[in-house]
């Protein structure tokens, strides 16, 4: 319950900590911009122009323009909705069919758990990302083909905390005593045991967008993500370093947006876990 | 301890079988095939193709018999290079891989234990936060990108080392940097954790109340207890340099393993997928092995059987 009582001031934490605030900020503007995209860009993304082929950045054309003569800031605007959407999508996944697994086999353990520790130990020895890329074969490069690749290998990592937490706490003596006042097993469960296991799901969770958007660049630059005309940062990356030589920009530029956004989150990510793990020892010592 | 080994051993195989039997199947049914081009083959040469190559039959005996033949060690040839046999490939480009795996493992080791130590030991907040930014800048970065702007300072512009290929040692420092950051962020940050969570415990306050010096503690006794945890890594570890593998061989043209196995996923060359596919395979569930029996003989306490809940 201290949770709830210690929320107004989280904001205000977060902002005595200056750098942390700046990587915040960092991380609002850009989910603001992938959301405004379409009316704050100067051009259409895929407006081509053969005069303004690899221009270097200009007035016109704040950070120069690609070989077909787009503007590079329009395309790095839209390539933020793409960018930003795969990591929360996959996230809120993982969060749902992670959780729910998690927990079923945690605290009914029987076969349940025996077929989901199954699973988690397979994932665990193989990289995500090899598993990622034969199903990115099947799934194919649309967007809902990388979001199912990178969804299917990254939920099973949340699963796997989520049960070690529930079969932590179902040992705990408030399920003992809600047993004993009758109350079933899936109310225990769902009502009492996973709300008080918000803070570990949520740092989970939230520590799966960098590395999700990171997988998704991984893909599009070895030719099995996103399909043109779809432009991620990473698809824009990817098309950056075969440029590298003569025309740097189109490197160094989405190469920015993906590190400040994937350092903002990570760096956030820990602030939060920091939090939320101190605050739980602060219950637990109650 | 016997028993323990040939349990070990047996859940290793099972894993590995079904690593190689979800391959075969998910790439198979991956759309496509080996012999796509640009203009469609005529009905007839495709049929014969396919015919030659034992495509035809049915998806379960053509599994069957590669299941078999691989048994024998036989991965039969690779479809893209017709006249390789895929063993001979795979042998070709393993001594590459190995090399420069084996190189970034090194050298993340050397340089990302000693910075933990020191960072998880000091009491300087200034240094704490300086290693912290480090680590997490290293993974904010898609190893491509690194790749990249390596590639971009030090060859274009500096022109001290080569760009690609794996000639001489020259031609190493680049793609081995590329491949250790990540795997050399991981052992530093946990090297670090380790550490500042020995030094919090009572038998080091006794330690030191003792008289002993920090630096006879830190030494003596909290490092001991602090590179245990460490063992774990293996695993994380072996798998970044793998997935990174794919990335730094084929950014730098490295004619190893990594990049076999994605231009073969690209051109759908089945046998040779299966075939680095099984060296990966048998890589990872080796350092797997290695790294329960390094932590059962580190830490005496996981040495007894722990009874089956």
């Given at each position: 319950m201290s949770g709830a009582k210690s929320n107004p001031s989280w904001i205000k934490l977060l902002l005595r900590d200056r750098f942390a605030a700046a990587l915040f900020i960092t991380l609002v503007l850009s989910v603001l911009f992938a959301l405004l995209a379409p009316w704050i860009s100067p051009y259409h993304p895929d407006a081509q122009s053969i005069d303004d082929r690899l221009l270097g950045p200009s007035s016109a054309h704040w950070l120069g323009t690609d070989s077909l003569g787009r503007d590079l800031a329009t395309r790095l605007l839209f390539g933020a909705r793409l960018s930003l959407s795969i990591g929360i999508a996959t996230a809120i996944f993982s969060l749902v069919l992670g959780t729910i697994t998690g927990a079923l086999a945690g605290f009914f353990r029987g076969w349940m758990d025996r077929v989901i520790t199954g699973f988690i130990d397979f994932f665990s020895i193989f990289p995500s990302l090899l598993l990622a890329i034969l199903f990115s074969l099947i799934f194919g490069r649309g967007v809902f083909g990388i979001f199912l690749s990178i969804g299917i290998v990254a939920w099973v990592q949340h699963a796997r905390l989520v049960r070690a937490q529930v079969l932590q706490a179902s040992e705990l003596p408030y399920v003992e005593s809600a047993r004993a006042l009758g109350i079933s097993d899936q109310r225990i469960l769902w009502r009492h045991v996973l709300p008080n296991l918000w803070g570990p799901i949520l740092v989970s969770v939230s520590a799966q967008i960098p590395s999700n958007i990171m997988a998704e660049s991984f893909l599009s630059f070895l030719g099995l993500g996103l399909q043109p005309p779809h432009a991620s940062w990473g698809t824009l990356a990817s098309e950056g370093t075969r440029a590298l030589r003569s025309h740097p920009h189109l490197l160094i530029f989405p190469s920015v947006a993906l590190f400040s956004v994937l350092l903002a989150s990570q760096y956030l990510g820990d602030w939060l876990r920091d939090r939320v793990s101190a605050s739980f020892r602060a219950e637990s010592t109650d | 301890m016997i028993q323990i080994a040939l349990k070990r051993l047996a859940h290793s195989l099972i894993v590995l079988s079904l690593l190689m039997t979800s391959v075969f199947f998910l790439i198979r049914f991956a759309p496509g095939g080996p012999f796509d081009s640009e203009r469609a083959l005529p009905a007839e040469v495709q049929r014969q193709i396919e015919q030659k190559y034992g495509l035809d039959a049915p998806l379960w005996v053509q599994f069957g018999r590669w299941a078999r033949a691989s048994l024998e060690g036989d991965f039969g040839n690779s479809f893209q290079h017709p006249d390789r046999p895929v063993s001979e490939i795979v042998l070709s480009a393993l001594p590459n891989s190995l090399s420069l795996g084996g190189i970034a493992f090194l050298a993340a080791m050397l340089i990302g234990i000693p910075i933990g130590i020191y960072s998880g030991a000091s009491r300087n907040a200034l240094w704490d936060r300086l290693v912290r930014l480090l680590l997490l800048s290293s993974v904010s970065l898609p190893g491509f990108l690194v790749a990249s702007l390596l590639v971009w300072i030090?060859?274009?512009?500096?022109?001290?080392?080569?760009?690609?290929?794996?000639?001489?040692p020259e031609h190493w420092i680049l793609p081995t940097v590329t491949l250790m950051l990540r795997p050399m962020a991981l052992i530093t940050r946990l090297m670090r954790g380790s550490v500042k969570d020995v030094l919090q415990q009572d038998f080091i306050r006794t330690a030191r109340a003792k008289g002993l010096s920090r630096h006879t503690v830190l030494w003596r006794h909290a490092l001991r207890n602090a590179w245990i945890p460490c063992i774990g890594l293996l695993g994380p570890v072996a798998a970044h340099l793998l997935t990174g593998s794919f990335l730094v061989e084929s950014i730098f043209q490295i004619p190893g393993l990594g990049r076999y196995f994605v231009s073969a996923v690209l051109n759908r060359d089945y046998s040779l997928v299966m075939g680095t596919t099984l060296v990966f395979g048998l890589i990872l569930v080796l350092f797997n092995a290695v790294t329960e029996v390094l932590l059962s003989w580190a830490d005496p306490r996981l040495r007894t059987p722990r009874r089956s809940s």
């Open positions: - | 030090f060859s274009i512009h500096l022109n001290l080392f080569p760009p690609a290929l794996w000639d001489g």
